[in-house]
DNA sequence: GATGAATGAGATTTCATTCAT
DNA sequence: AATGAATGAAATCTCATTCAT
């Protein structure tokens, strides 16, 4: 597949071009998604998508990589922003920033899921893959420096804790989107007002496996 | 709907016919399923399913809630058959039962993941709410009783306790089955060998957590 | 490929869709054909096509493969009606016959000659190759009893002289059926009332290289 | 159409683009031909074919009349350098140099055949009855040439002979272009070794069939 | 009750052609 | 003169759904 014609356009179109796709396939995952309703929805001709990502696969290649960008961007950011504050702090940060990231996102986060569950894309498997392993690498990078700094227990397995964090974090997030974006109302009452409370809540938990002196 | 001419037919061909269509809806998710592919697969007349269930949704119904009756009858042969054990080995139990579950079960998570990302099926909320409301329910009981026995900290926020408690399960129960049958092989090694290592990690992790004297 | 659909259809039909198959594919080609244009013409439903055949490429398999029996049936009737008489009256038979049957069956010949040169359809080749052989065998057998019969010169190379005859015959064909139905008339004027004199040129100039004496 | 405009381009880039559009034709022929994949070829602007030749068919047209164009050539050339020579002699010279133009214009042979029997090209009628006056007219020469010169029979109806000359000529490297270069190989082993040898033998059955004092 | 032929809307994709820059 | 973005008709193909037998 060649970009080129695609970079040409104004950045706006690009961008207009992007929203729709994604807004697409987020609600209707890839098997799902109609070239016809985005070129519907955007005014412009079917075969101009053709000429600019060669075909669907093409289109979702872009706007699934450019949404993966999105995220890595905000991702860096937090942590390059927070990386004096002590471990629990981090965390917290993180999680708060991220509820904000995935509100304002929130169509990156279903487009993320509904690909990861709706299976069969081959070629979507490196790139789950790879975004796993940085954000594996990105935890596993944050308990190391606060083992070094002694600010959790220093006999953790690494490896492990990482995955608990993952798993905790994760599975935090995605209760909340469910909650609040999916098809599927909800069970846990994450309201906006009480956001701060499980937040606080979680942390201390965590703590209270991992921190020094436990 | 009317399923009378369905349930009239031999329980063979019933089952036949589900399990036809399970795999069919948990490999291609709901709209991505053909009704073709389904008799071709069972070598009866398209016609029939019409006759049976409707329409797809029809017969994706019938699916859905004959899968989400066989986990509940498992989850309440797990409860029923541990009320006397102590909570953190009950939680084992349950990991592990339900580890064996979903090796023997794949298609019927596959299914629930697929359906529960795949949105815009608005007959599948009260489903989903009503199951989330049902585990919730199993696991906040299981902790009452262990709270009720000494096993765990009194000072514990129930429902939190709840949510903690059922993220790590689910996630950890999601991370095993991405890890095995999802489309994307993985991070997390967690391989058979090593259950056992996981789930006690995990239990311990609990301990830590909430067991009594911590 | 499976044909059961089409063939439980009434003969009448199946016979429809034959000649209106076969004249879209002898007048346009493999890629130039439009099923489009077939069913329009047809007036049935575009999907009825696909049923049938499954695809573009099944309807043009069996459409080559019929016209291919159709030709077998010819060439086989003419051996058989013809076994006692002498080589060069054979030959003789042959081409009237053959002539008179490519008028009547212009578009497969139109046809073959359309696949052939088109190229780039690899699911002939094999095909093609199994025609070839057959004509070559078919001319081969008669040479040989011929031979055995003292009918012609007992010294010919059989593999060599079946190449020239093959040649002759395909090539007089192939001038008469371009000058007649091909899109751009012609040079030979071998129109309706020569041709007794055509073959029997031929057929002369056959003798002299031939028969036996010579 | 006016190829003003072509014609001023540098001669390289118009032999660029000659070379880039036979190609494509011959290897898909007129309709499967896609300009699309020949400017992709090139990497020049889509538009700029379109400023030359005005549409498809006037880029068509003039591949076409070029390639006929250096036939032409090729034929008058053998012609004017064998005129002394005795007829027979002149056929041998006439296959060989004809196979070792094809093999190395064999995508001029090939747009040729495809053409011709691809049809519905309703401009490509009246180059295809010239070019073919044009050969007739040459042999018939040639065998008139001879007949003059005794070197043939004198009895020979020439217009017949010229019909049986061209076919064996034509089929003959039909044949051998079919075996070498077509896409269904074959069954006449015309291989590079043993071109002598077959065209030996043609040429000895010609004696046969034409030579004085047969 | 079971069958399977018929249907047509809608999906992806290709391509010659136009035209503003 | 050259460019290349925009276009939309037309192609192949899929599928849920209907209905006569």
Same mark, same amino acid.
């Given at each position: 597949?060649?970009?080129? #014609? =695609? %970079? ?9 071009? =992007?929203? @729709? @796709?994604? !807004?697409?396939?987020?609600?209707? *995952? ?16 079917? *075969?101009?998508?053709?000429?600019? /990502? ?5 289109? /979702?290649?872009?706007? /699934?990589?450019?949404? &993966?960008?999105?995220?890595?961007? +905000? ?7 927070? #990386?004096?504050? %002590?471990?629990? #702090? ?12 995935? !509100? ?14 709706? *299976? ?7 790139? /789950? #893959?790879?975004?796993? $392993? ?11 420096? @606060? &083992?070094?700094?002694?600010? &959790? !227990?220093?006999?953790?397995?690494? @490896? ?19 909650? +609040?974006?999916?098809? +599927?109302? *909800? ?11 499980? &937040? ?6 965590? $703590? ?5 002196? %436990?």
């Amino acid at each position: 597949m060649d970009l080129r #014609t =695609f %970079n040409n356009l104004d950045k706006k179109k690009q961008n207009r071009i =992007f929203r @729709a @796709a994604l !807004r697409e396939f987020s609600e209707r *995952g890839y098997a799902g998604a109609s070239i016809n309703r985005i070129v519907a929805d955007l005014g412009i001709a079917k *075969g101009s998508i053709f000429q600019y /990502f060669g075909d669907k696969q093409g289109l /979702f290649e872009f706007v /699934f990589l450019k949404a &993966v960008e999105i995220v890595k961007d +905000h991702l860096k950011k937090v942590r390059d922003e927070t #990386t004096d504050l %002590n471990f629990f #702090t981090r965390i917290e940060i993180l999680l708060v920033s991220g509820i904000a990231f995935l !509100r304002k996102n929130s169509r990156i986060y279903s487009l993320y899921t509904k690909i990861l569950y709706e *299976g069969n894309l081959k070629f979507c498997s490196d790139l /789950f #893959t790879s975004i796993r $392993r940085e954000s594996f690498d990105f935890l596993s990078e944050m308990i190391r420096l @606060a &083992v070094s700094r002694g600010e &959790v !227990r220093s006999d953790l397995d690494i @490896a492990c804790a990482t995955f608990y964090l993952d798993s905790l974090l994760d599975r935090f997030l995605q209760a909340y989107m469910l909650e +609040h974006f999916g098809s +599927h109302p *909800g069970l846990y009452k994450a309201k906006d007002e009480d956001i701060n409370t499980w &937040v606080k809540g979680l942390v201390s938990l965590l $703590r209270k496996g991992m921190e020094k002196g %436990n």
